[in-house]
């Protein structure tokens, strides 16, 4: 049977941050990075079919998962999810770790690993290759977005159950199978008054005032040294317009994509197989 996690707390900067480790002692040391709006139980099904000799670290982004929200006055920005990935990578006393990140996670495990070099392996990115990006001229447009969501405030919406939460999951992810949404919607909420309700805070939801346009993205992208591998779903997002290509070619050390059957999650579609690439590309020892 595979061990159980235990549950960490992590200051980030006075922010508690809730962590699940698999294997303290163990090497390599490989954190998981969740998507947006997700939460670190989302690895579940791929830790399963992972080297019990692994220490794994599961993250829960702040106010997402059981990590704690910001104050009601604070707005969250990208920017801070590096500061989240920042706190975990020192919590675990080792030098480096490798680095599994799906969608947002894998945005932030780039940026991250450009930033802190020394600090990372290697990357897998999972259904990610960066964020919107476009024009510098979006700068404008996403200013003026952030402060119009300031003036609308978060609507967290209550579910008579966790199989109508997970019925919603579907209704924003087609492609995300019923027993993927249940799993992400057990794990993903909480009882309320009326039901239950997704345990992110619906801040996030309002629009960042910064974002990199697809310049900065590039150069962003090229300085990452580490060795990456790129794993998409055969009908999750489509890398096949102009600036994907521009975005693949930047990332120097990246493999060739593996493709496999499934959508956006493929991660908790084929979590054997995904098991499996983690298992080919991160080396035993470290």
């Known amino acids: 049977m595979p061990s159980s996690f235990e ?10 941050l809730h962590v699940r480790q698999r294997n303290a002692a163990g090497t390599p040391a490989v954190v998981f990075l969740h998507g947006w709006l997700d939460h670190s139980h989302s690895f579940d099904l791929v830790a399963e079919h992972l080297p019990e000799s692994w220490r794994l670290l599961l993250l829960d982004f702040r106010g997402m998962g059981r990590s704690a929200w910001l104050p009601r006055h ?24 490798h680095l599994v990140g799906h969608s947002l996670g894998g945005i932030v495990a780039t940026a991250y690993a450009a930033a802190r070099p020394s600090r990372v392996l290697s990357i897998t990115l999972i ?12 700068a404008l447009v996403r200013l003026s977005g952030f402060l119009e969501d300031l003036e609308r405030a978060p609507n967290r919406k209550r579910y008579p159950n966790v199989e109508a939460a997970a019925a ?20 993903g909420t909480e009882p309320v008054e009326e039901g239950v309700a997704f345990t992110f805070d619906p801040a996030h939801r309002r629009r960042f005032a910064f974002g990199y346009d697809d310049a900065q993205w590039l150069a962003i992208s090229s300085a990452v040294t580490c060795p990456m591998q790129l794993i998409l779903g055969s009908e999750g997002f489509r ?33 054997e197989a995904v098991a499996r690439a983690l298992g080919q590309f991160i080396p035993p020892t470290r």
């Not at 549950?7 to 508690?16: K, R």
């Not at 604070?74 to 770790?97: I, P």
Request: net charge negative; hydrophobic share 40%.
């Open 239 to 271: 890398f096949d317009d102009e600036r994907s290509r521009a975005r693949l070619a930047a990332l120097r050390q990246l493999r060739p994509p593996l493709t496999l059957p499934g959508g956006h999650h493929v991660h908790l579609e084929q979590p």
């Open 7 to 16: 549950a960490l707390t992590v200051d980030a900067h006075g922010l508690a």
């Open 127 to 138: 259904e990610s290759l960066g964020p919107t990006g476009g024009p510098p001229e979006n």
């Open 168 to 187: 919603r999951l579907r209704e924003n992810n087609p492609s995300l199978p019923e027993h993927a949404a249940l799993h992400l919607a057990r794990h």
């Open 74 to 97: 604070a707005n969250y920005q990208f920017a801070d999810y590096l500061v989240d990935v920042e706190a975990v990578v020192r919590a675990t006393g080792v030098e480096a770790v």
